[in-house]
């Protein structure tokens, strides 16, 4: 099957799985429910559930038992974006060309809509954890991934670290944490469940959400992100440390071609999984910019 | 032994465990960290983790086993006064007599201590479900406790309901949502882990949320907060949906004497535990505003 369509059958599994469970979601008042629901079914590339469907096939475990850590790994993300977009933190009043969370339920429902969909995860794995081992360790590395070991850590060290006061080495840290271990957790979580290559998913997560970064870096600078119907707060977005004010957008693009040299050989390393899926999706990341 | 002193035994242990872990919390950057233990080491009573220690000494589990429980009983409760006090929320510049987290750091900070302090929460809780079925209830009984199907949902609702457009009923979802569920959770986790009186422990706890939250709003009409160092955002504060405009203070009061009493009925249903420390608790709860 071509990359695309396989793509397609993960992500519409999943935009399924999840209109169901939101669907049957009643959490009262009606605005709770009504706010975690407008950002979960905001569309969006569904990247998390994707790589983590993909990485069980490749592993030989059928994907369509996981949703629920597919669920919970989408609720997570997207209770980061809503608080993100906060006007005390990134102030951005689009997300995915619609109003963001707070422009349309004002900002406390936005920040508990972000406290609920963070509590609804964490509910989903605990609901995982008795079925044994390997999906208590898959539960505890979004766990990981998600706190002030991972993505929490990049948005505080993010909002301390400008073009003024940052460089290389606090771009990467930044990166590693705020993009790369929710990128990662998919991966890992995949290999927990099924028990193997767990140290290669975890390299192969981290680089790919190196790559990630960058390219995303590089389609804010030349625009592209605009046409999408993603506004940042002008003041945030020119205060970020951005891998384009390191490097400039020849060399980003330089630094992503060599990440992705690195993920294709950490997938060498897996070698009776079927990594082609993931091989094409680090070359569908880093043409993106193209 | 006294029921202070008993009470005093319960929080020096939960106090001394705490700072230890938050001596032993080293999350990047920095600030992280302090904005974290700021707040956790702000003192209070420390009434969920002494009812989660207590209930586990009445049902005789040696409670200095299980105090990761209790620490992610209190990083929940901080996290939730965090949010609760930012601008769009109750916009309370002081807590216990110091400045607000948002005061100290800033709102972003705040916002993701807040985020953080929740994860971490979770990442303890799913530390302990390794140890059995008990356990992995415990932490269930908590999770659920803590978001839309609780506490958040409480939060939600309390901005939705005023004075003006709430009565009875509505106060009393707020009061079982918001307040009950974190009251309840202690005596149910510590239920879920002896393996007893699950249900007992669960209508008890319920029952001392809502003393606590009838005797809360009496002292905060009668201005006793004040004196405390709490000073709610005069807006927000005037708006707000209390028992005391429902049913005036004396009225109040005749309430929490119900129930009170009902608290008792429920302990007296535990024979064969030693609820002697839980009674005078319901004393303790009762009395404050005195």
């Known amino acids: 099957m071509k990359f695309l369509d396989q793509y397609e059958e993960y992500r519409v599994y999943f935009e399924t799985c999840l209109h169901k469970a939101c669907a049957e979601m009643a959490f009262q008042p009606k605005i709770l429910t009504e706010s975690m629901c407008y950002s979960l079914l905001s569309g969006g590339k569904r990247v998390r559930p994707v790589l983590f469907f993909c990485t069980l096939d490749a592993f030989g475990v059928d994907y369509r038992d996981e949703k629920n850590f597919a669920i919970a790994l989408e609720c997570i993300h997207t209770y980061s974006l809503i608080h993100d977009d906060l006007p005390a933190m990134d102030n951005d009043d689009f997300r995915r060309g619609r109003p963001s969370n707070h422009k349309m ?23 995982e954890c008795g079925r044994g081992n390997g999906f208590l360790r898959a539960a505890q590395s979004l766990s990981r991934a998600a706190g002030a070991l991972g993505m929490v850590a990049g948005q505080s060290a993010d909002l301390l670290y400008t073009g003024e006061n940052g460089g290389e080495k606090e771009l990467l840290w930044i990166y590693r944490h705020k993009t790369g ?29 190196n790559l990630f970064q960058l390219t995303d870096d590089i389609l804010d600078a030349v625009g592209e992100k605009e046409k999408l119907g993603k506004t940042t707060g002008k003041d945030a977005a020119e205060q970020k440390l951005t891998a384009v004010k390191v490097y400039s957008v020849s060399g980003a693009r330089a630094k992503a071609q060599e990440s992705a040299l690195r993920c294709y050989a950490i997938l060498d390393r897996m070698r009776d999984a079927q990594m082609d899926f993931l091989r094409e999706f680090v070359d569908y990341v880093l043409e993106r910019d193209r």
């Open 181 to 209: 271990c929710l990128i990662a957790a998919p991966l890992i979580m995949a290999a927990c469940i099924a028990g193997r290559y767990r140290q290669e998913a975890e390299a192969f997560g981290m680089e790919l959400g």
């Open 105 to 127: 339920f004002g900002e406390a429902n936005a920040i508990l809509a972000g406290d609920a969909l963070l509590s609804f995860a964490f509910d989903l794995l605990l609901g």
